[in-house]
């Protein structure tokens, strides 16, 4: 895997691009989850750490079962906090915040984390099978050097960060 946090880069990227539609924390969740398969493998000294939740299909299935549960964890804990608050509402008017717990915004941010981790870590390494069940070949792998995608991810956060701060449509209150 590029270190895990580099994934974070090109889902930045992705909410700079359509910051009222993706949710950035669903996409990072989904990040940090497809990596525990590999943790998991790789703490018990297993040669081949990167798995079935490292190809298309079943990333995107993970990403899917992430979004619901980031789903439901913050409608969780929406009703509680507004329960609590004494009448106070906790959901935002700006839109860069509503997606994050919003469903379209969890589902699609989970698909597109999923999605992208096996591209990233295909590209990476040598032992992911990214369109498995469909074929076990990595056509992915070597295209680029590491240092050239680990550059590409961070340059893609900050290019997201920055579309993100610059759009005021984002930052705007909804009525």
Known sequence: ?????????PGL???GAAPRHVSFLSYCTTQVA???ESWHYLTGGEPHVHRILHTFVFGALAG?????LVWLCGAGVHHLLGRHVSGMSIGTPLPVFRSELSLRGVVLGGLLGGVTHALLDGVMHGDVQPLRPFSLANPLYGLIGWKLLHSACLVAG????LALVSSRRSWRAVS
């Not at 900050?158 to 960060?161: L, S, T």
């Open 1 to 9: 895997m590029p270190f895990t946090p580099y994934h974070f880069g």
């Open 34 to 36: 497809i990596d525990l």
């Open 64 to 68: 899917l079962a992430i979004a619901g």
């Open 13 to 15: 990227l992705l909410k």
């Open 158 to 161: 900050a290019v997201g960060a």
